[in-house]
């Protein structure tokens, strides 16, 4: 799988997540917990590996504008993240905090997959995506394993 596919893959689960995360919200079920610690250590290891790899690369190329937007997008999301975090979840402000971060997360996908992704494609090699590759999957696993 190259990296740009596993880029989409992991928003495709993040993006289910949200999904699931929402529906059972305020239930205090055992899957809701379940997706919910899974859903934050995803997010976070996929945010915190493209900013460590791709997001650096692109500040060096005519990508810069939509690097820096997406690095913004990133930090919005975490703050909002880190709220649902400090919020008890049968807090009246947790389903409306969780709807934010899923429209944030959901808007940044689509940029990403519709700007970023393809501009990257066309501006790095083979060789060079598969080095960033390398290199996400080590970050995104060592913050994963913080939001565990
Ligand atoms: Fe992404
Ligand atoms: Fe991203």
Same mark, same amino acid.
């Given at each position: 799988m ?12 993040i ?5 699931k ?12 917990? %379940?997706? !919910? ?17 791709? +997001?650096?690369a ?12 997406? @690095? ?8 909002? @993240?880190? %709220?649902?975090?400090?919020?008890? +979840?049968?807090?009246e402000? !947790? ?6 971060a ?9 940029e990403e997959?519709?700007? @970023? ?10 060789? %060079?995506?598969? %080095?960033?590759?390398k290199?996400?999957?080590? @970050?995104?696993k060592?913050t994963?394993?913080? +939001?565990?």
């Amino acid at each position: 799988m190259t990296f740009i596919d596993t880029l989409k893959k992991e928003h495709g689960t993040i993006k289910d997540l949200f999904r699931k995360v929402q529906s059972e919200a305020g239930r205090k079920t055992r899957p809701f917990e %379940q997706h !919910w610690t899974k859903l934050c250590s995803e997010l976070m290891g996929h945010m915190e590996g493209e900013e460590k790899t791709i +997001y650096p690369a692109l500040m060096d190329t005519d990508a810069k504008e939509l690097a820096l937007s997406a @690095i913004e997008e990133h930090s919005a999301v975490k703050m909002v @993240i880190n %709220q649902l975090c400090d919020v008890s +979840y049968d807090d009246e402000h !947790w389903k409306p905090k969780l709807k934010l971060a899923k429209d944030l997360v959901e808007h940044h996908i689509s940029e990403e997959e519709g700007e @970023i992704l393809p501009k990257a494609v066309k501006l790095f090699d083979a060789k %060079q995506l598969e %080095q960033f590759h390398k290199e996400f999957t080590g @970050i995104r696993k060592e913050t994963m394993a913080i +939001y565990r």
